[in-house]
């Protein structure tokens, strides 16, 4: 068994303002992103600008952060909502849903390109490669705040969570930080290096988040008041990750049935 570091949830302290890991995160994820965006936007001079990248961040930052709450309330934790209206600002608490972050960066995406008069494939094609940095923030996020904690093991690196019992567990905040950001980052960075076809990124991205979310599920604890959906192992997160993976497939074959069209991301 390791010893879970049991780090301080607030990273710094200036008067009676709090500054937290989690929101910290998410900030981190968003300036790493910006950054590499940039980076590839100088090849493809015609195609981006300082501005337009600066927008997509932007448009996208919201999309994530109203999505992601919105859809973790909605999905996990509707009666808290209902009762406790205010607590959809206060992100510091944790609770933000992937999904439905990526259903409100599509919203965002899509006013995007309706500005920019750009095609939606495009866009996010070059937008998924930085996808999975903004995630391995977020779960390292979650790791800190000792929420999303896995079930009872007996591996030799499972860990005591605070909030998590006396026994040990998986850290399976650490499983998604390592296939849904950093083995996701990896691939989709190498897969996007070389000219694809229109969607193919896309589709990889929603492919490859749906299988690794849908097998780090099977060692994660389903949230409070959620449970099993079925079969004595079904999760909410399977479910929600099952049409990313059938659409994630669609995509892919779309593509490269279509393959004539190069994608905007090609360098």
């Known amino acids: 068994m390791i010893s879970y ?11 009676p303002i709090k500054i937290y890991w989690y929101g910290l995160m998410y900030v981190i994820g968003f300036m790493a992103a910006w950054g590499l965006a940039t ?9 981006w600008n300082a501005e337009s990248i600066s927008d997509l961040v932007f448009y996208a930052a919201l999309g994530v952060i109203i999505g992601g709450r919105a859809g973790f309330f909605l999905f996990w934790d509707f009666s808290n909502l209902i009762h406790n209206p205010l607590e959809f600002f206060k992100l510091w608490h944790g609770g933000m849903s992937f999904h439905g972050g990526l259903l409100g960066v599509m919203i965002a995406i899509a006013l995007f390109c ?24 977020g779960r390292l996020g979650n790791f ?17 969570f605070p909030n ?13 930080f390592l296939l849904e950001g950093v083995v996701l980052f990896i691939v989709l960075w190498w897969f996007s290096n070389r000219p694809r076809p229109r969607m193919a990124t896309s589709g990889l991205f929603l492919l490859l988040y749906g299988i690794f979310r849908s097998f780090t599920e099977f060692y994660r604890v389903p949230d409070p008041g959620m449970g099993y959906l079925a079969f004595g192992w079904l999760t909410m997160g399977q479910v929600l990750s099952l049409p990313m993976i059938i659409g994630g497939g669609i995509l892919m074959s779309l593509a490269y049935l279509r393959k004539g069209s190069a994608s905007c991301n090609n360098i």
């Open 144 to 160: 800190i705040n000792s929420e999303m904690w896995g079930r009872v093991s007996s591996a030799p690196w499972a860990m005591v």
């Open 39 to 47: 980076l590839r936007a100088r090849r493809q001079p015609d195609q």
């Open 164 to 176: 998590g019992g006396p026994m040990p567990r998986h850290p399976s905040q650490l499983y998604e």
């Open 5 to 15: 570091p049991n780090i301080d949830p607030v990273a710094v302290h200036l008067g």
């Open 114 to 137: 309706r500005k920019y008069h750009k095609t939606f494939f495009d866009v996010t094609d070059f937008m998924v490669p930085f996808i999975p940095i903004g995630l391995a923030c």
